[in-house]
């Protein structure tokens, strides 16, 4: 059975940094891209960032670029989102998925119905 689950979350002001972690377990990340995505209360889930399986380059929704960092350790099934200079709209729940047609990201935002293996979520707070 395959299993995503985010961690890392937190209340943090703003300014601040965190960093968010995505453990998968019954699936080998070595051949699928994976993404970050998240939502915010009454608010529609957005992309946030992409991994490639490939040669793990990374792609950053505008909003983020220069101020979340994307990283991938294999051996581990683990992916990873250091957020730094964080604000008060990036709070949301942070959530990672599975894009299992692609080993290397989109060129531009991975579509929301197209990814699988959905964890639960971990809530970031950014507030002073």
């Known amino acids: 059975q395959v299993q995503f689950v985010e961690s890392g979350g937190g209340l943090v002001q703003p300014g601040g940094s965190l960093r968010l972690s995505c453990a998968a377990s019954?699936?080998?990340?070595?051949?699928?891209?994976i993404g970050w995505f998240r939502q915010a209360p009454g608010k529609e889930r957005e992309w946030v960032s992409c991994?490639?399986?490939?040669?793990?380059?990374?792609t950053y929704a505008d909003s983020v670029k220069g101020r979340f960092t994307i990283s991938r350790d294999n051996a581990k099934s683990t992916v990873f989102l250091q957020m730094n200079n964080l604000k008060p709209e990036d709070m949301a729940v942070y959530y990672c998925?599975?894009?299992?047609?692609?080993?290397?990201?989109?060129?531009?935002?991975?579509?929301?119905?197209?990814?699988?293996?959905w964890g639960k979520g971990t809530l970031v707070t950014v507030s002073s």
């Open positions: 998925a599975a894009d299992l047609m692609r080993r290397r990201c989109p060129p531009g935002p991975p579509i929301v119905r197209d990814m699988s293996y």
């Open positions: 991994t490639s399986a490939s040669d793990a380059s990374a």
């Open positions: 019954g699936l080998d990340l070595d051949y699928y891209a």
